[in-house]
């Protein structure tokens, strides 16, 4: 057996090039090579690539003093997890909600997911034109007001994304063991106990993935930040230049890199690479936990 | 200086000659057209950037061909890409001879590979030289080959039925008079003095760059001109800039507070007879005029003294630039074609038909009725507001912060308020070109 | 017995409420699109006085806003239209052929180099586009990927980590004997996998189509880095450059593409929902 197995393998690497070639090629063209470019260039200043010179950590630490790139990150953070909060709450009620054989469940689920489809350039601009006809019986803006914009884009991302997680509950939900709930029952636990003793710590794997789901996608929101505020209102600094009030990480950096002139694109991508660390950390904290518990099961 | 003196003299000597010449040259065929001879002296090559004169262009450069034997090959480089095409093309033993050089950058890069225009047939054929782009030594680089213009558009028709007119709004004082006349009295008028001055992207770009423009062009006269991005602004104007600025938004069809998000179609208002006044440029001639046939542009009045002299906001970056590096025999060519398109009634006629007007003694009138404002500004003695909005620093993030501010004004029109405009205007000009320039 | 029937008639009852508070919800959830489909029928300047009204005869625009809006903007809305699909079912296409078959290797293959693509894949996954957008789109327009018909590659290739991780998985919980019965049957490597594992991976082709999918035809700063989009512009692009589009913009006929561009993405959701909510569930648990 093992020699039929070793022979496969053997014809099986005669074929590399054709199996692994194209995906390698491209990844080196669309991940890759401009992974490791960008690292370089974040020590870099340039205008064009090819006359880069290295300054060491200069531009970080431009990064790290800008102010809109600290409110950012801050402003980020809160929308996060503002979202993460509201999104799952929201989101294990409906899916709690469907799960009990109620009439209607499936015109339901098809409903809520819905909006997950529609791209985040379309859903800005659908969200800025109701805020805008509601704004306006009160003389103002989603443009004018920070609070209004922050709970704009709240509002979206609940619409966006409590149907996505609602899925991920329900497949949770479904798996909770039908005898624990029947001992639960006739042990003579309430609907609350129930749900909090049994219902709950069953689903708890899909509850983190759902929140580490929703902080990340808190994290990398880019398509509704543009559409829906774009960054307005700003603080004009007494220099003249701005703080975008609403204008979270992802956005910063791609206004470092396209508006704010040639001459801080190293900036642009130092804040690129810490943008990338965050994330990152993020991510591989979820890998690692997912990881954990397909070992321990 | 003086070695750059005595280079212009000669340079200009040479233009004189090569005219000379091109004159002999015409005495001596007899006018014996189309024959091989013509050919053999030269041959033009039009690097064109507009895209949308390419069918035109190609057309014209046919019948030229077909009436002098002259081989005239235009190539359009596509939509954002004439520099790099520019860079390009430069290189080729078969460069362009002739270009464009339209901005003060623009000179700059590519002004030591431009023949000095000055006495040349076709500077000759100019009727004013407000179009002209000189380098630091005074040499002729780039002449404009049309131009378009903005202002404040009015609707003559809806003005005297309101009981005025049109030709009384001399200044600041007599157009506020009759815009805070009609709005007053909008009710009962059934229309409003000015559209709506929306802030979106589709429309703040009239208060962020045409308006804007008052302030930069009265402080560069003051300076004497700018041939470059001034690092700093000092604001002396922010006042006129604010006088118009407050006099469209608080005489207007919608509340200043509903400007921030717009949607409320300003051409339309203005076509559809809701409003009097409407800050645009020449390229809304054709639609405006087909719905309100008695418009007229009026000048950015904004109260600066000697304004009753003022002329509406003329610009260009078509400019026609001759490779210093062609040969005799294809410079010679290419100005005799110059002169042709803008002589020749009938290549003159089609370009003024796609260009609007062309700034030639005898190329074919305009049919636009704001750039023949303009001209009839100009014919009057007033002067041009050049366009100096084309040095914002940084322009998208500029304006942006620009916009912020005049969104929390519109919203509270407070001092505290526009002092924050102020700074976006006068400190972030400073801000952003130390960026830019980093 | 009566308590029974009692506890089950208020359980009946106490669905029938929830039933009803959820139709409720149901309701307001959709009126955002309710209200793109309304005002896609308005005349521009009522969408933005009476966004939630009811067309009146006054307001009412019939058809002129899909009509004005197939070229408003100054760009042909059936290009972006055919831009989108070229791109999506390209891309699409591209990534389920090239990374199943990758991923067919490095399991059963697993190498030292396949390890090494495997978890650079599985690290491209929690790198942030951002990160790479302004090399990326520089390495992409050297190499003349500017185009709908080659931006399929940078999708490849940036969309590459995801795909091989799913299909990798799968791929390991399908059993060797399969493979090696072909083998001894004479089957090449090309034609085992062609015939006898592509099969099998159907259910996770579909799910990773679909994510691919929902991906590629929503996606906006990365065509719009990487296009050019003087010439070649998506639908996000195009409905996002509406709103710079130098001159006026018109609220009733964005509102008339808005509703063309969801439309084609409603019905296929409504016709391949199953395989949507699966996938989804499949990539967010492995994600």
């Not at chain 1, 619409?159 to 029952?185: F, N, S």
Request: glycine fraction near 8%; include cysteine; aromatic fraction near 12%.
């Amino acid at each position: 057996m093992a020699s039929t197995k070793n022979s496969i393998r053997s014809a099986t690497r005669r074929w590399s090039w054709l199996f692994l070639g194209p995906v390698v090629a491209a990844f080196i063209i669309g991940f890759v090579w401009p992974f490791f470019q960008g690292i370089y260039l974040s020590f870099c200043r340039f205008k064009l690539i090819s006359d880069a010179q290295l300054t060491g950590l200069d531009n970080y630490g431009q990064a790290l003093a800008d102010i809109s790139f600290q409110h950012s990150f801050w402003y980020t953070a809160l929308t996060a997890v503002v979202s993460l909060v509201l999104i799952n709450v929201l989101a294990f009620m409906v899916a709690y909600v469907l799960t009990q054989n109620i009439k209607g469940s499936n015109l339901f689920r098809t409903v809520f997911f819905m909006p997950n489809l529609i791209g985040g350039i379309v859903l800005g601009y659908i969200w800025s034109m109701i805020f805008d006809g509601i704004l306006a019986a009160y003389n103002t803006s989603i443009l004018l007001n920070t609070t209004y914009g922050f709970w704009g884009l709240i509002i979206l991302m609940c619409w966006q994304q409590v149907g996505y997680m609602m899925i991920i509950y329900i497949a949770g939900l479904q798996a909770v063991p039908e005898d624990m709930l029947e001992a639960a029952k006739i042990d003579g636990a309430t609907k609350w106990q129930t749900l909090f003793k049994v219902t709950i710590p069953n689903v708890m794997p899909s509850i983190t993935i759902c929140m580490f789901l929703s902080l990340t996608n808190g994290f990398k929101l880019f398509d509704q930040n543009l559409a829906l505020t774009g960054g307005l209102p700003y603080i004009i600094q007494p220099d003249g230049s701005t703080v975008n009030t609403t204008e979270m990480l992802a956005l910063n950096i791609y206004n470092t890199f396209y508006t704010a002139g040639a001459g801080v694109r190293g900036v642009a991508q130092a804040k690129a690479v810490i943008f990338f660390i965050l994330v990152a950390g993020l991510g591989l904290a979820q890998l690692a936990y997912t990881r954990r518990r397909e070992v321990q099961q | 200086m003086s070695t750059n003196l005595s280079r212009r003299a000669f340079l200009g000597t040479t233009g004189l000659m090569a005219a000379t010449l091109a004159a002999c040259n015409n005495g001596g065929e007899g006018g014996g057209e189309g024959g091989g001879s013509s050919a053999a002296a030269g041959s033009v090559y039009w690097l064109n950037f507009k895209p949308e004169l390419d069918e035109t262009l190609q057309a014209l450069a046919g019948t030229y061909t077909e009436s002098t034997g002259v081989p005239v090959k235009v190539v359009t480089a596509a939509s954002g890409t004439y520099n790099q095409t520019l860079i390009a093309e430069m290189d080729k033993s078969e460069a362009p001879t002739l270009f464009v050089i339209g901005n003060a950058a623009g000179v700059k890069e590519w002004g030591d590979h431009a023949l000095d225009l000055k006495g040349s047939a076709i500077e000759s054929e100019l009727s004013t030289d407000a179009y002209n782009l000189y380098d630091e030594a005074g040499k002729l680089v780039s002449m404009g080959y049309c131009y378009e213009c903005y202002g404040i558009v009015a609707n003559t028709d809806l003005i005297e039925k309101a009981g005025h007119s049109v030709d009384d709004i001399k200044d600041f004082a007599s157009l506020k008079t009759v815009v805070e006349d009609i709005h007053a009295r909008a009710a009962e008028l059934g229309f409003d003095a000015f559209v709506a001055t929306d802030m979106d992207d589709s429309s703040n770009w009239r208060v962020t760059g045409h308006l804007a423009n008052l302030e930069y062009y009265y402080e560069a006269r003051d300076a004497g001109g700018w041939t470059e991005c001034p690092a700093e602004l000092k604001g002396t104007y922010m006042e006129n800039y604010k006088n118009l600025y407050d006099l469209m938004i608080n005489n207007s069809i919608v509340e200043p507070t509903a400007l921030a998000t717009g949607g409320h179609d300003p051409a339309n208002q203005f076509t559809s007879g809701q409003a009097a006044f409407f800050l645009t440029g020449s390229w809304d001639y054709t639609g405006i005029s087909a719905a309100q046939p008695n418009v007229k542009m009026l000048p950015y009045y904004c109260g600066v003294a000697g304004e009753e002299k003022a002329g509406l906001n003329c610009g260009t970056e078509n400019c026609w630039a001759v490779n210093a590096n062609a040969s005799e025999e294809n410079q010679k060519a290419t100005m005799d074609f110059m002169v042709w398109l803008v002589s020749d009634p009938d290549a003159s006629a089609k370009l003024v038909e796609q260009l609007g007007i062309m700034p030639y003694k005898n190329s074919a009138p305009s049919t636009n009725g704001f750039l023949n404002d303009a001209a009839s500004y100009t014919d009057m003695g007033c002067y041009v507001l050049d366009w100096v909005t084309t040095y914002q620093p940084n322009v998208d993030q500029y304006r942006a912060a620009l916009v912020s501010a005049l969104n929390a004004y519109n919203a509270d029109q407070s001092d505290a308020n526009w002092e924050k405009v102020r700074t976006a205007f006068v400190d972030g000009w400073a801000t952003q070109y130390k960026a830019a320039n980093a | 017995m009566m308590n029974k029937e009692q506890t089950l008639a208020a359980e009946q009852r106490r669905k029938t409420i929830l039933s009803a508070v959820l139709a409720v919800i149901c309701v307001i959830y959709v009126l955002p699109v309710v209200a793109v489909v309304i005002n896609s029928f308005k005349q521009n300047t009522f969408v933005k006085t009476e966004t939630f009204a009811l067309p009146t005869e006054q307001s009412y625009a019939g058809f002129d806003n899909f009509i004005t809006g197939m070229t408003f903007g100054n760009y042909p809305f059936a290009s972006s239209v055919l831009y989108s699909t070229v791109i999506t079912i390209l891309s699409t296409a591209l990534i389920l052929i090239f990374c199943s078959m990758a991923a067919w290797y490095i399991a059963r293959v697993s190498s030292k180099f396949c390890k090494i693509i495997y978890y650079l894949c599985v690290f491209s996954m929690v790198v942030p586009f951002q990160m790479v957008m302004f090399t990326l789109s520089k390495t992409a327009d050297a190499l003349k990927l500017n185009t709908p018909w080659t931006i399929p590659i940078v999708y490849l290739g940036f969309g590459a980590g995801l795909a091989i991780f799913m299909f990798v998985g799968f791929v390991k919980s399908i059993p060797l004997e399969i493979e090696e019965a072909a083998a001894i049957d004479g089957c090449g490597p090309v034609r085992t996998f062609f015939s006898v594992v592509l099969p099998m991976l159907k259910p996770t082709l579909i799910s990773v189509g679909i994510l691919e999918i929902m991906w590629v035809w929503n996606d906006y700063l990365l065509p719009v880095l990487v296009l050019d989009i003087n010439q070649y512009r998506t639908i996000p692009i195009h409905i996002q450059y509406l709103k710079g589009s130098y001159g006026t913009v018109d609220l009733g006929a964005t509102m008339a593409l808005i509703l063309l561009s969801i439309i084609p993405v409603i019905a296929f959701y409504l016709a391949a929902q199953k395989h949507i909510i699966k996938g989804v569930a499949a990539g967010a648990v492995k994600g």
